[in-house]
């Protein structure tokens, strides 16, 4: 709850806190907090003590509803004014931790410099991740750690800012994936009046974006499953209601001849794959290489022609089907440099610092949480070890209906996250990016389009 300090603060302030705001935070945090959002204009988003609009005036337009919910009286009554002309923004007298609205009914939420003020932040994070939706976002921006004291005084702040890792593991709590807290690069600055001189304070803030998970794994390994039983020969999902694959013409566009005259026919009958992330991996006789998601194992049998005996190869897949058909072309093949291993992406059965290579092929967009995903990666690479992905991404958030479908995740389509947010997970995992490569864009409606990246980085 907004302790009493903190209401009578906010009464005081609330007709002249638009031009008090300007000197304390700009609007670069505003816009940061909306850029990571990925909003459409189908959207529902609430803004969590939303003080008198700034952060809602910035989203009405770009979205079909905006919640504005705070719990003083005089700060609501003023963002009212502010924002009379904006007729899909609601106004909610209430408290951070009784969020007076329906579970799941949100699209994004976002709390802009209101959780310092916040009696019990990780109860607030846990009632604003109940009102999300699943695979919806929560966006907090906030200060960092300080020891500027006499803010608790002067302007009534319940926490000194917070460390980094802290809100990392409140999101965890909370059930989020692909958690990244990264700086704004902005300044929340103040001036004390009542110390004996004068101080001014100048503090860091940050950023934190979680997503609330939606489970798909079920479905996933049932749709692979079911590939690996018939046999598909190309870089689509099996039509369960058709009964067949996708066009033959469809078959390993991203693969040289050569390449493929040298691996297993039955491996390249069964490739799932969105590019070809052997061709920029550079692999040198000796390495060793995981393949995440490895399903019949065309890019383990390709890695392994590449790093010789001397050299070893990885594949991993949670699909049994699909395991049991990598293990027997293996050995029918003679592949002796080439191991299949039960397991997920996002908790990798290796040991950690043992990979110079980590290849995966269409894969991440299907896991639930890629942050976890890519830490997992980083955890065994070698330093200097190199991650070669492809995979879809897309150039807004999933619609709604697409993400409600879990045959359409199953099918690389619905789990593909927009391409900044996908580069920042790599990044908040302790990745340096060194190279992208796009193709083209298909639009998958009037705001998203979906499209295929290639991408390399470096521990």
């Known amino acids: 709850m907004m302790t009493t300090k903190t209401n009578e603060y906010f009464s005081k302030v609330a007709s002249n806190w638009d031009q008090l705001r300007k000197g304390f935070f700009p609007e670069a945090i505003r816009d940061l907090a909306i850029q990571k959002a990925y909003l459409r204009p189908d959207m529902i988003v609430a803004d969590i003590g939303g003080g008198t609009g700034f952060l809602s005036r910035g989203m009405a337009s770009l979205v079909q509803e905006v919640h504005l919910v705070d719990g003083s009286p005089d700060m609501l009554s003023q963002a009212q004014k502010n924002l009379s002309d904006w007729l899909n923004v609601h106004y909610h007298l209430a408290d951070g931790l009784r969020i007076p609205?329906?579970?799941?009914?949100?699209?994004?939420?976002?709390?802009?410099?209101y959780l310092h003020h916040c009696a019990d932040p990780l109860g607030s994070i846990l009632e604003m991740v109940r009102i999300l939706k699943p695979n919806g976002r929560l966006i907090i921006t906030d200060m960092d750690s300080h020891t500027y004291t006499w803010l608790k005084e002067e302007m009534a702040d319940t926490w000194l800012g917070f460390d980094r890792d802290q809100i990392r593991e409140w999101f965890q709590k909370a059930g989020l994936v692909n958690i990244f807290v990264t700086c704004t690069d902005q300044s929340c600055c103040a001036s004390?009046?009542?110390?004996?001189?004068?101080?001014?304070?100048?503090?860091?803030?940050?950023?934190?974006?979680?997503?609330?998970?939606?489970?798909?794994?079920?479905?996933?390994?049932?749709?692979?499953?079911?590939?690996?039983e018939k046999g598909c020969k190309c870089s689509q999902i099996y039509n369960e209601e058709e009964n067949n694959c996708c066009p033959p013409q469809a078959k390993n566009l991203y693969y040289q001849p050569d390449q493929l005259s040298l691996v297993p026919q039955e491996a390249g009958d069964l490739s799932l794959g969105c590019g070809n992330p052997t061709a920029m991996a550079a692999l040198k006789p000796g390495e060793?290489?995981?393949?995440?998601?490895?399903?019949?194992?065309l890019d383990s049998f390709i890695a392994a022609n590449k790093v010789g005996s001397t050299g070893k190869v990885i594949g991993v897949d949670m699909t049994d089907a699909m395991l049991d058909r990598a293990t027997k072309t293996a050995k029918k093949n003679g592949y002796s440099n080439v191991e299949f291993r039960k397991g997920e992406a996002e908790n990798i059965p290796v040991a950690d610092a043992v990979a110079d290579v980590i290849l995966s092929n269409c894969v991440i967009n299907l896991t639930e949480d890629k942050g976890k995903t890519f830490k997992e990666a980083y955890r065994v690479l070698k330093p200097?070890?190199?991650?070669?992905i492809s995979d879809t991404v897309t150039t807004k958030s999933m619609p709604g209906l697409l993400l409600a479908d879990q045959h359409q995740w199953a099918a690389c389509v619905s789990g593909s996250l927009p391409l900044p947010e996908y580069q920042d997970l790599i990044t908040e995992a302790g990745f340096t990016?060194?190279?992208?490569?796009?193709?083209?864009?298909t639009p998958i409606d009037e705001f998203t389009g979906i499209f295929n990246v290639t991408l390399s980085a470096i521990k």
């Open 101 to 113: 609205l329906p579970d799941q009914s949100m699209d994004a939420v976002l709390a802009n410099m």
């Open 192 to 228: 004390s009046a009542d110390q004996p001189v004068q101080e001014d304070a100048k503090i860091s803030t940050f950023i934190a974006v979680g997503t609330k998970r939606m489970s798909r794994k079920q479905a996933v390994q049932e749709s692979y499953s079911m590939v690996a």
């Open 288 to 297: 060793t290489v995981i393949d995440i998601g490895s399903g019949g194992g």
């Open 384 to 388: 200097g070890g190199r991650l070669e």
């Open 433 to 441: 990016i060194i190279k992208t490569k796009q193709s083209a864009v």
